[in-house]
């Protein structure tokens, strides 16, 4: 009897330690609010993501509490500047040449235009990221806006973001993998195989995406069978330490 008991134990303790180390893989897609057909797509597939929506873009309100409602997860998509000018937004965009004061008015406004948000990432920022001084400003503004956390998307390797993040107690985590720098599907598939060898040899991985047509329908067929692989999906929330 004690020994079958000791065996019992012995297998539900491999089995938890088991499902404890299922790789974890959170997929973020960027650039969300212009358009209605994309984010329908990603809501119908009722799997974990984490969707990072442009301040003041048209459609921000509603996607974001229509993500809200379905469980998903909201971060704003914070516009920051890059090294060039092309696919700047423009309007809302945290630049170089802003005072202390400007930075912070202009991040309070994206934060008030998409509700229900929970974290930070860039939306381009390749120059703004490099430098230090307004990344602490940044993660000043975060640390008075209660609860959010930081993700990298590592538009540069040369961004200090997340030693910032770090020496200021900001909860952060950086992007390990673009999913549709290239949106040739084949390209694509090979940064999903990329994304899932990374999860299984660090235990997780964070990967952004895009909401063009040919990420959308190779994510529709490989997230469900991420699943079936052995992956947990999961909000980018869950990936999130404090450095």
């Known amino acids: 009897m004690i020994r ?6 012995a297998s539900l303790l491999a ?11 959170a997929i973020i897609i ?8 994309a984010a329908e797509r990603l809501l119908a597939l009722d799997l974990p993501m984490t969707f990072a929506i442009l301040p003041n873009a048209p459609k921000a309100r509603r996607l974001a509490e229509a993500a809200q409602q379905s469980g998903q997860e909201v971060i704003v998509h914070l516009p920051l500047q890059a090294m060039s000018d092309e696919d700047s937004h423009g309007s809302g965009e945290i630049t170089l040449d802003m005072s202390a004061a400007q930075f912070r008015r202009a991040f309070d406004s ?18 703004l990221t490099r ?7 940044l993660m ?17 390797h040369l961004s200090v973001a997340m030693q910032i993040a770090g020496e200021s107690g900001i909860p952060a985590v ?3 993998v673009f999913l549709d720098n290239s949106r040739e599907p084949a390209d694509i598939e090979r940064e999903i195989a990329r994304l899932k060898d990374l999860a299984r040899e660090s235990g997780s991985a964070v990967a952004i995406g895009h909401p063009y047509p040919e990420t959308l329908a190779l994510l529709e067929q490989a997230l469900p069978a991420m699943q079936a692989e052995g ?3 999961v909000h980018v929330s869950e990936l999130v330490r404090l450095n």
């Open 140 to 156: 000043d503004s975060i640390r008075c806006s209660a609860n959010l956390f930081f993700v990298d998307s590592y538009t540069t």
């Open 174 to 176: 950086k992007r390990d």
């Open 231 to 233: 992956f947990d999906l």
């Open 131 to 137: 430098h230090p001084g307004h990344m602490q400003w």
């Open 110 to 127: 994206a934060i008030r235009s998409v509700p229900f948000a929970v974290g930070i990432n860039g939306h381009r920022g390749s120059l």
């Open 4 to 9: 079958t008991l000791v065996v019992f134990l």
């Open 30 to 37: 960027d650039d969300l609010g212009y358009e209605w057909t």
């Open 15 to 25: 089995h938890t330690t088991l499902a404890e180390q299922r790789p974890r893989v």
